[in-house]
């Protein structure tokens, strides 16, 4: 895992694991855990989908000339997590678990999938449109506090 979207690469791990705990602490009914938990992960993945929308899809587009292609779909799939999002932070509010728990499996899915397209699709694409861009992997890395 090098390149310019290395950072990204693990970062995704990061989400993953601050997401199972949140779905662990809701599933124990430890609400004050999970809002912790869940907190620290929303945050992060608000990170990750602004540095990809602000500053890696702009760089691979203008260096591609891709503008319609797969950072397009992956823009519209951050629109529908940061909805998902939306609706967990209204389960938590209310401490439902039921909303919570059936969310959280929602997202996850589409996380995965999500993920799998960057990692196997287009991350690959932009390592190789962007080379080795110290510039750019600084700022990646600055968006993601890594």
């Known amino acids: 895992m090098s390149g310019i979207t290395s950072a990204l690469?693990?970062?995704h791990k990061l989400?993953?694991?601050?997401f199972a705990g949140a779905e662990e602490a809701a599933h124990k009914g430890d609400w004050t855990a999970c809002a912790a938990i869940y907190d620290k992960f929303r945050?992060?993945?608000l990170a990750h989908f602004?540095?990809?929308e602000d500053v890696l899809f702009p760089a691979f587009e203008e260096r591609s000339g891709m503008v319609d292609g797969p950072t397009q779909v992956?823009?519209?799939e951050h629109v529908q997590m940061r909805a998902l999002l939306q609706q967990m932070d209204e389960a938590l509010l209310q401490k439902n678990a039921d909303d919570f728990g059936g969310t959280a499996g929602t997202l996850l899915i589409m996380m995965q999938q999500h993920n799998m397209k960057e990692e196997n699709i287009l991350y690959p694409m932009c390592d190789q449109a962007l080379g080795q861009d110290g510039d750019l992997q600084s700022r990646i890395a600055a968006g993601l506090n890594v």
Do not use: A, G
Not at 15 to 18: G, P, R
């Open 50 to 52: 602004s540095v990809e």
């Open 74 to 76: 992956m823009r519209s």
């Open 43 to 45: 945050n992060e993945m």
């Open 15 to 18: 989400c993953d694991e601050d």
């Open 9 to 11: 690469q693990h970062h």
